[in-house]
């Protein structure tokens, strides 16, 4: 429902030739929503595309990621700090990425030629770098939500502030506390 003369008209037949055409050219396409929610424009450029649906990595993967830029030489990490992110994160391959670059980014502000030291308390200091920083995915994640799902995860963010994980009766019965009734197949 794009007006004619809008860039993504253009922008996706584009795309499609070059796929086609230029065999030499790889792409990697990164899509944070439901496939059936995509365009059919978008849907016809990557028809030929091979997909695969990732979501949170492996614990190993996720400790190899976070553990690249010490690998590299480029950054080294405090006792626990690894672990601490990963909790954190718990494997999200975005949150993951967005974590570690605002961790990188504050650990190499003035730290000249030496490899510079990530601590708990740096890691501590970049959370909220980190959730600005991504506040425009935050946000495209929260509206994409129906509204029963907006109130379950309000709940999950309440009852696990100052603690990393909540059961699923500890929701249950914040909820009921808040007088919302909750049929286990939304639960679920």
């Known amino acids: 429902q794009l007006p004619a003369t809008a860039a993504a008209r253009y922008f996706f037949p584009y795309l499609r030739r070059l796929i086609e ?20 424009d978008f849907k016809a450029t990557f028809k030929a595309a091979k997909f695969k649906r990732v979501s949170v ?10 553990t690249l830029a010490e690998q590299q ?3 080294r990490f405090s006792v626990g700090v690894v672990d601490a992110l990963l909790q954190l994160t718990n494997g999200h391959p975005y949150l993951t990425q967005l974590l570690c670059q605002q961790l990188w980014d504050a650990a190499h502000l003035g730290a000249g030629d030496c490899v510079p030291v990530a601590t708990q308390a ?9 959730l600005e920083a991504g506040q425009n995915v935050f946000e495209w994640i929260w509206d994409g939500l129906p509204p ?19 059961t699923e009766e500890q929701v249950v019965e914040l909820l009921q506390r808040h007088g919302v009734r909750v049929l286990s197949g939304d639960l679920e």
């Open 57 to 66: 990595l492996s614990g190993q993967d996720a400790r190899d990621l976070v």
């Open 148 to 166: 029963a799902e907006r109130v379950m995860l309000a709940a999950v963010a309440e009852a696990t502030e100052g603690q990393p994980a909540v």
């Open 21 to 40: 055409t230029e065999r030499r050219l790889h792409f990697l396409v990164v899509i944070g929503r439901k496939t059936e929610e995509l365009s059919s």
């Open 73 to 75: 030489g480029s950054l």
């Open 122 to 130: 740096l890691l501590d200091q970049v959370i909220p770098k980190a």
